[in-house]
């Protein structure tokens, strides 16, 4: 493992520790970017990506005044090099994390997304109340050259204030999916990410 993706674990793991989230910036390189939002997912969301729903199964529906966003999960049997690359580093980040905070993560799944222009998620939180196997939220921005006065922050809520994270491409943001809610703003300009859960069980048992 290169000796800078280690220096991004620590402070991963570090902010788990100690406050239940971590901001990591440049954890994807401006050229790994680029990669992936040359992908056809990317550059024909419209045709690929499902508008999100609320829920898990049987009881996901559909609800624009919760949440507006677009997804395509991502099969990483059939993934080009671009995503291979970041989902090598979310092995990384179990494996890590597994190691130096004595946990027992055993996988992840992960969906490109997209938020058009003036959509927005309220706030809530990623753990399902009749499935608690995911146990911590991670996303990885991909949005070139964001102003802060374009908004879609991502809004994590704290025991008595609120912490504001623009999507600046490259920036990892790790929490603990079980005790932080969150919600994401409005933003001026499409707002694209890659957007997953590290599960304390392997991904195929949550579909069978």
Known sequence: MKSALIDKLNLVADGLADQGYAIIDGFLSPEEVQSILQLDGFQNGNSQFKKAGIGKHGDKQINESIRGDYILW???????PAIQSYLSKLNELI???????FLSMKDYEVHMTIYPPGSYYNRHLDQFKKDDHR?????CYLNENWKEDEGGQLRIYLSDKHLDIFPMAGRLVCFRSDLLEHEVLRATRPRYSLTGWILDQHAELRHL
């Open 74 to 80: 991502v099969d990483r049997t059939s993934e080009g």
């Open 95 to 101: 494996t890590f994390v597994n190691q130096n905070l």
């Open 135 to 139: 146990k911590l939220s991670v996303i």
